[in-house]
T-cell receptor, first 117, second 113 residues
Framework: DAGVIQSPRHEVTEMGQEVTLRCKPI?????LFWYRQTMMRGLELLIY????????DSGMPEDRFSAKMPNASFSTLKIQPSEPRDSAVYFC???????????????FGDGTRLSIL | GENVEQHPSTLSVQEGDSAVIKCTYS??????FPWYKQELGKRPQLIID?????GEKKDQRIAVTLNKTAKHFSLHITETQPEDSAVYFC????????????FGKGTRLHILP
């Protein structure tokens, strides 16, 4: 089991550019979550999907952020245009079911460290 | 909605001593409380969780307690070791949003030699 795979691991770009973060969940997991982590705000849930369908995007900070899950093995988080305040570590996580069912935890990827100059 | 407060934000403990991290939650409907450990530069990983139908759960040197009346839960680490140094996050999930976990802001634990 390769775990949740995120790419890239690091991204440095200038403000105004489009940024695309990618995530491959664990095979068979039907929930996928996108989080943002900063020192000031901690770990924030941005959006999550169930069976490729977005369920709750209330954590998405603004319209510059969008996420898609075209199939069960791939999701993207896009920021366009990017701003310096978007600098953070972005984590993707997946779960076989609701975390509280049958002790199934959320499995996190290694994250993407994003720096917007 | 649910709000989770975590204290302290930083904790330094002598190796071999115990560490306690405390969290409070606001929504009495919350019934699932996981704890995650995040080592420097790495991903958060679940270390223990507790459901509202139990008051305490142990796993080797780690224990979690839950007080539903007071709406607080705590993580206890005994006989701390250098590898316990990390950021610890508590979280809560209400039954009516059992697909959503609200995280606390984290506690940075330093184990002193």
């Amino acid at each position: 089991d390769a775990g949740v795979i995120q790419s890239p691991r690091h991204e440095v770009t200038e403000m105004g550019q489009e940024v695309t973060l990618r995530c491959k969940p664990i095979s068979g997991h039907d929930y996928l979550f996108w989080y943002r982590q900063t020192m000031m705000r901690g770990l924030e849930l941005l959006i999550y999907f169930n069976n490729n369908v977005p369920i709750d995007d209330s954590g998405m900070p603004e319209d510059r952020f969008s996420a898609k899950m075209p199939n069960a093995s791939f999701s993207t988080l896009k920021i366009q245009p990017s701003e310096p305040r978007d600098s953070a570590v972005y984590f993707c996580a997946s779960s076989l079911s609701f975390p509280r069912d049958g002790n199934q935890p959320q499995h996190f990827g290694d994250g993407t460290r994003l720096s917007i100059l | 909605g649910e709000n989770v407060e975590q204290h302290p934000s930083t904790l330094s403990v002598q190796e071999g001593d115990s560490a306690v991290i405390k969290c409070t939650y606001s929504d009495s409907a919350s019934n699932y409380f996981p704890w995650y450990k995040q080592e420097l530069g790495k991903r958060p990983q679940l270390i223990i969780d507790i459901r509202s139908n139990v008051g305490e759960k142990k796993d080797q040197r780690i224990a979690v307690t839950l007080n539903k009346t007071a709406k607080h839960f705590s993580l206890h680490i005994t006989e701390t070791q250098p590898e316990d140094s990390a950021v610890y996050f508590c979280a809560a999930s209400p039954w009516y949003r059992d697909d959503k976990i609200i995280f606390g802001k984290g506690t940075r634990l330093h184990i002193l030699p």
